[in-house]
């Protein structure tokens, strides 16, 4: 059989690896012939890490290596194959002095394996009889990967120079963030291919491979985790007891530009270019504007869009950064499509407005999805986009509304109605003084506000719900006794969703939560209420899982704030929104 130490002696190339974003596919068709068969065996290798006694498929002859990564991995939650994908390395005992070392070298090993899972995803896509979702899913996968291998070695690079003059916290929090957004991209990958049989005989082809890749995703952030937690903790032993000022005294987040803070301090925002549907701005469409924006611009390009109704998909990609969309008002300003799953789309691809690119901001738009709820899964929004922030805008769909897909994101006085797990995904999202409404859904379905994603215990991701108000729409509200509403259900094992001051009317449900399937993940998520009002709000008859709790403490409420949750204090002020960051 096939060892765990072999395969990776295969993957290694000497740390030189693909960037996919600046390849052809032609390039990848290439090379594919030459590691088609090291992706064959990756099922082998699966298999193999999922006993227990292959702790000795690989061996690290200098001994002081040999416990330094022998420790490192000890953290981890697949200790066996983080330790034989180091020891797989040529000369690793050359490159591995300390803890970090170990860390860049699995990380090293990681952007390996995910290399070969684009070949492996490129090969079936040739594959003759797919149906349209399943090519969709297919590229959904491509893109997943592209974002992956961009956060990976930028990972890579944030660690080499940690400890930077960064603060601790914040270094620690966007090397979890990277790490957390990649193997959520994995689960995205898997995700596309549910809805059917042949959707799922696709993804069992897929299956081992994305397991492998996330693994060693979760062992790399488990490592990380386990790093900078020491070092938070004795860099708080040494201060303790006098104050050590990590931010800039003026409030703004020191990366931001003399020219941006004028621009967010000024009453009035200047416009870069106006999109009118009626022909009197610089473009007719949206995506047209997007299209034209300069590529990772650090400095905020603002687009406007003139009142109107504009029917269109838009994807603002990862490329075009600091990117705002500028409304006419909420009301006035409307980005309209109805894509969806029975039509044969994937959840992730239905979106109205995708947004990936960083430090993204809306204001004053409604962001919809018309099909409905016989549609099934419709998004409104999408948003994978790091640091970014919404601010007076409507979110309107039924199943699967806004779409928090990864990375740390903020929500002031917005809207969000739908029916069906309405907030998903596995960002870090925090939603503050926003209205969140439940519509009536389709005979015998039950309304979810949240269905949150997490899948690790390590990723410093959920969704938390403050200072809101949780209500119905008008059309739910005469019919409240026939369609159940629950604050959420979890989507995956480690669920993790806090509501906390927070007015709820009596719309929710006395039991506040339900299950997914039976018990899975009811003693492992993480279902907090925290000094929430309202008939609602009430907790003595709230479900008694292991995994729910009311918290009584304002420690504990206090890590779930945009100040601690999504390091909120470096980078909020630049959005020119308002926030509070604490509780």
Not at 297 to 311: E, L, M, N, T, W
């Amino acid at each position: 059989m096939t060892h765990i130490k072999e395969f990776f002696a295969g993957m290694s190339d000497s740390g030189k690896h693909i960037s996919l974003s600046g390849r052809r596919k032609k390039l990848f068709l290439a090379i594919f012939a030459c590691f088609l068969l090291v992706a064959a065996v990756i099922g082998i290798v699966v298999g193999v890490n999922s006993r227990n006694n292959d702790s000795g498929s690989a061996i690290i002859e200098n001994s002081a290596t040999h416990t330094i990564v022998k420790s490192s991995c000890s953290s981890t939650l697949y200790p066996d194959l983080c330790y034989s994908a180091v020891a797989a390395v040529p000369q690793v005992s050359k490159k591995v002095s300390n803890q970090k070392d170990v860390i860049l070298v699995s990380l090293n090993q990681t952007v390996t394996a995910i290399e070969h899972s684009y070949f492996r995803i490129e090969k079936l896509t040739a594959r003759k009889g797919l149906t349209k979702r399943e090519k969709i899913a297919l590229h959904d996968c491509l893109e997943m990967i592209d974002e992956t291998l961009d956060e990976l070695h930028k990972a890579m690079e944030d660690l080499k120079e940690y400890p930077s003059k960064k603060s601790l916290r914040e270094q620690a929090d966007d090397l979890k963030t990277l790490l957390s957004s990649a193997i959520t991209n994995q689960e995205t990958c898997l995700d596309g291919f549910s809805q059917d049989k042949a959707d799922k005989q696709v993804r069992e082809v897929l299956l081992d491979g994305e397991v492998l890749v996330e693994k060693m995703c979760s062992n790399s952030l488990a490592m990380i985790k386990n790093l900078t937690d020491t070092d938070i903790a004795n860099y708080q032993l040494k201060t303790m007891g006098r104050k050590v000022l990590e931010e800039d005294p003026s409030g703004w987040p020191k990366w931001l530009s003399a020219g941006d803070r004028r621009l967010l301090q000024s009453s009035t925002v200047t416009p870069d270019v106006v999109v009118a549907a009626d022909g009197s701005g610089d473009y007719r469409t949206v995506s047209e504007a997007v299209a034209a924006a300069p590529q990772g611009s650090s400095r905020r390009y603002v687009i406007r869009i003139k009142a109107g109704v504009y029917r269109e998909n838009v994807d603002v990609p990862k490329k075009k950064t600091n990117i705002m969309f500028m409304g006419d008002g909420r009301t006035n300003t409307i980005i309209t499509a109805s894509r969806n799953v029975v039509d044969g789309s994937t959840t992730f691809n239905s979106a109205t407005v995708a947004v990936v690119g960083e430090r993204f901001l809306g204001r004053d738009i409604t962001f919809q999805n018309t099909a409905g709820p016989s549609k099934h899964q419709a998004v409104a929004l999408r948003v994978g986009a790091d640091l970014s922030a919404f601010y007076r805008c409507d979110m309107l769909a039924y199943q699967d509304t806004l779409y928090v897909h990864s990375n740390r994101q903020f929500y002031i006085n917005c809207l969000v109605a739908g029916t069906v797990d309405f907030i998903f995904g596995n960002a870090a999202a925090v939603l503050q003084d926003c209205d969140i409404h439940a519509r009536r859904p389709n005979s015998g379905q039950r309304n979810m506000l949240t269905a949150q994603g997490r899948t690790d215990p390590n990723q410093n991701t959920g969704i938390v719900i403050q200072k809101c108000r949780i209500g119905a729409t008008s059309d739910l509200l005469p019919v409240i006794s026939s369609f159940p509403t629950y604050l959420g259900r979890p989507w995956k094992e480690y669920s993790r969703t806090v509501v906390m001051q927070t007015a709820i009317s009596n719309v929710i449900n006395p039991a506040g939560w339900h299950e997914w399937d039976g018990n899975f993940a009811l003693n492992t998520l993480y279902y907090g209420e925290y000094q929430n009002t309202g008939a609602g709000a009430g907790t003595s008859g709230r479900v008694t899982w292991r995994g729910f709790r009311v918290i009584t403490s304002a420690t504990e409420a206090q890590g779930f704030t945009p100040g601690q949750f999504i390091a909120g204090s470096s980078w909020l002020s630049s959005t020119g929104f308002p926030f509070s960051l604490g509780l």
